[in-house]
């Protein structure tokens, strides 16, 4: 349920995944309540970021973003987004981040948007198909 700031942060670990369901506005006031969601050592391989009530996202949302994928090439886990649409899909267009995130499509189903990134030393890059197309 969303606080008195509009925002909620809702954490699910299932095995090797840890599912981060965000509800509201992510912002300055409110980036410090999702980047609580990632502890000191993530110990799950796999983080989703489930954006589907997230109704608002500022360039702070973005950075902490940004800083998780980042984390996530560092220490060897992989960092997904769903539930990308309305407002938060135009702001990561914008910004140009949508093409560095591994966004998957609404319900997790068909082709994703982009492949993920993985750490270093690995030979797989970002692949972007063309509009509509296929991988």
Not at 1 to 21: C, N
Request: aromatic share 6%; with cysteine.
């Amino acid at each position: 349920m969303p606080d008195e700031l509009g925002f909620s942060v809702d954490v699910e670990t299932d095995g090797a995944v840890r599912v981060i369901r965000l509800a509201g506005e992510l912002d300055l006031a409110t980036a410090p309540q999702f980047r609580a969601a990632f502890p000191d050592a993530i110990q799950e391989t796999t983080v989703i970021v489930d954006m589907a009530r997230l109704s608002y996202m500022g360039s702070s949302g973005v950075g902490e973003l940004v800083l998780a994928r980042k984390r996530s090439i560092d220490e060897g886990w992989t960092f997904k987004v769903r539930g990308v649409s309305g407002l938060v899909a135009n702001v990561l267009r914008i910004t140009g981040v949508d093409k560095v995130l591994a966004i998957e499509p609404e319900g997790g189903r068909g082709a994703p948007r982009s492949v993920a990134i993985r750490p270093h030393g690995s030979s797989t890059r970002t692949c972007f198909p063309p509009r509509g197309g296929a991988l």
